[in-house]
């Protein structure tokens, strides 16, 4: 358990924290209850005057010069979203390299930009400069009255990892509200989210950002089903007033001279961001297709009302859970299962004697049992190694190898030396493999039906199923590691007569197959960064995800300090099912007020 230690906070102090039920307020919309995408067609125009693109739609009013939205308005009531852009300083697009070199596209050093009509709907803005080139394409949906804006960039010297195009100016009483750790609604000027770069969708949840301001707002987000990649940067460090979009290019970056590629809808609401956040939802359920895949869940999943993650494998505590609560509504996420050690010897995956007991007297009493298993991370001197060592996870920056070792209680990387990645087991290597290698899933989803159907289990937990970004070697088998491991919890999924499949993180791609997420406070795996309850009170993801996945908590959630009361109520309301960490029976027959709490609320 050395990865997960459940690491108490030094030197945080929280407010006491009652511990109650979610946010009413944030309660999941009925279905297609908000909005519908199928509304009445209105004649939008986009029209160039003077290098200045003016645009109208039957929702919003918005002006364009040099790239930066200079005005963007809400039709109806007139509300200004943007103040006092920077037109002469500010660059509307950039090239970013290794580092967070940005590049300028803009007219300093000899540049020009040229402003072109193409329809009554669709405007272009060339960008020639002395780095690179551009073009920034600007229409309309009549339909929607989306503002759609497609950016792209290029340049002769290589090593391009993403073009950002920006939106300046944001008026400062917005508030963001994005899908960052399950979802934020922070000031833009906020120290936790300033001059932060979210990568999709690991970090930046789905494509989507929400500005709200006090009767309504204005949104952003991608109608992307092709897995590119994407980033978010929330402001700068001399402005925080900023939102950046990137479209990033697939790694091998070594050679690569161009990004873009992926278009920005951008319209006004009014109301709540619910409205705006419904319809990224119901755009996302049609995109994918997933009304088919909410009715494959198994009936018994909409059952469950309390976890406990990383439960230890003592029997009584089955008996003392069993004496509060019913155990058929109980999630146990159960990681100590192995011969093996933790995080060792993966893809590896045999019962000790004592799991044995544990899950059988589980199963029997009706408990949900799901062992924890491993995604696409394996231990190096596993011979499965020997098979698949050609397909890890590397920078697409640093090429270095992505996965972890640890000595004295802290990472420190994986061994570049062939020899020394084979012989540090007690060191806990372990090496990602990229999950669209056909081989990979074929060898993990034997190893998980095997056990699967020796202990009788009825759900599994794969770790790290959020680990998806850009990688240098990024495409195998025609998939970046975003559709590998969407196909990769499916194939979990259909093992056997079926299993629901749990997963670490919980984002748009994952969410698709999985039935249960783990997922993770706001910068605060083990411990607590300051701040974190200004993180809380926005169940944004449930909305989005919530009809086909559970999600509970992760770690310190045992109520023994204030700051693990915080964590608990935080994690209830971002909608995730009341969770606590345990580590004996006693905790469960004498509760502190904390977990009798989350046992109250699994009963109620």
């Known amino acids: 358990m050395e990865r997960r230690n459940f690491i108490k906070t030094a030197g945080y102090s929280a407010a006491a924290t009652v511990i109650t039920p979610g946010i009413v307020e944030n309660s999941i919309p009925d279905k297609y209850s908000i909005v519908s995408l199928q509304t009445e067609a209105y004649n939008s125009t986009v029209k ?37 852009p920077d037109t002469s300083n500010f660059r ?18 000899f540049g020009s930009t040229i402003t072109r009509q193409l329809s009554d709907k669709k405007a272009e803005i060339i960008f020639n400069s ?126 690569n001279l161009s990004a873009g590629g992926i278009c920005w809808r951008i319209n006004t609401y009014r109301g709540d961001w619910k409205v705006p956040a419904e319809k990224y939802r119901q755009w996302y359920w049609q995109a994918y297709n997933l009304e088919a895949e909410e009715s494959k869940r198994q009936p018994w999943i909409n059952d469950v009302k ?32 192995r011969t093996d050690g933790y995080d060792e010897n993966y893809p590896d995956y045999f019962a000790s004697e004592s799991a044995k007991v544990f899950i059988k007297k589980g199963n029997e009493m009706g408990f949900h049992v799901m062992p924890h298993f491993n995604s696409i991370d394996m231990d190096p001197s596993n011979p499965v190694y020997a098979q698949v060592r050609d397909f890890p996870y590397r920078s697409v920056e640093t090429k270095q190898l992505q996965g972890w070792s640890w000595y004295n209680g802290k990472v420190i990387g994986v061994p ?57 070697n990024c495409i195998v088998e025609t998939m970046a590691p975003t559709e590998g491991m969407n196909k990769l919890i499916r194939h979990v999924s259909e093992l056997g007569k079926g299993l629901a499949v749990g997963g670490e993180g919980l984002n748009e791609i994952t969410a698709q197959g999985l039935s249960f997420a783990q997922v993770h406070l706001f910068k605060s795996w083990q411990s607590s960064t300051a701040g974190l309850e200004r ?17 509970f908590g992760y770690s310190s959630l ?10 608990m109520q935080i994690h209830l309301d971002h909608g995730a099912v009341p969770t606590v960490t345990i580590r004996s029976a006693d905790e469960i027959t004498n509760p502190n007020p904390a977990v009798k709490k989350m046992l109250e609320l699994g009963n109620g």
């Open 416 to 472: 570049e030396s062939n020899l020394n990645r084979l012989n540090n087991r007690d060191k806990k290597v372990m090496v990602k493999i990229h999950p669209g290698l056909s081989m990979w899933r074929s060898i993990l989803g034997e190893r998980i039906l095997s056990a699967s159907d020796s202990l009788m289990l009825n759900t599994v937990f794969i770790d790290v199923t959020l680990c998806i970004w850009n990688i240098h």
């Open 558 to 567: 045992g109520g023994r300090t204030k700051d693990e009361e915080l964590r």
């Open 92 to 109: 509307a697009l950039q090239l970013l390299y290794r580092n967070n070199e940005l590049i300028n596209i803009n007219e300093e050093k």
């Open 130 to 255: 002395w780095e690179g080139d551009g073009v920034l394409s600007v229409s309309v949906d009549d339909l929607t009255g989306d503002l759609l804006i497609e950016p792209s960039a290029y340049s002769s010297r290589p090593g391009v990892m993403a073009c950002r195009w920006n939106i300046s100016g944001i008026k400062p009483a917005l508030e963001l509200v994005a899908p960052l750790f399950q979802g934020i609604k922070l000031k833009l000027d906020d120290p936790l989210i300033k001059n932060n770069r979210w990568k999709w969708p690991s970090d930046w949840e789905a494509g989507m950002a929400i500005l709200q301001s006090k009767d309504g707002g204005f949104w952003i987000h991608a109608r992307d089903t092709r897995y590119r990649f994407k980033a978010l940067q929330t402001g700068t460090s001399s402005d925080a007033f900023v939102i950046g979009l990137e479209s990033e290019a697939y790694g091998p970056l070594d050679d």
């Open 48 to 84: 160039v005057t003077d290098n200045k693109i003016v645009i109208d739609t039957k929702s919003l009013s918005a002006a364009i010069e040099k790239g930066i939205i200079t005005s963007l308005k809400d039709k109806k009531t007139g509300e200004e979203f943007i103040e006092k």
């Open 535 to 551: 993180a809380g009170k926005c169940n944004l993801n449930e909305i989005l995800f919530g009809k086909l996945c559970k999600t």
């Open 306 to 337: 309390f976890a406990v993650s990383w439960c230890p494998g003592k029997p009584e505590i089955l008996d003392a859970l069993a004496k509060r609560i019913s155990p058929k509504k109980v999630l146990l996420h159960f990681s100590d299962w």
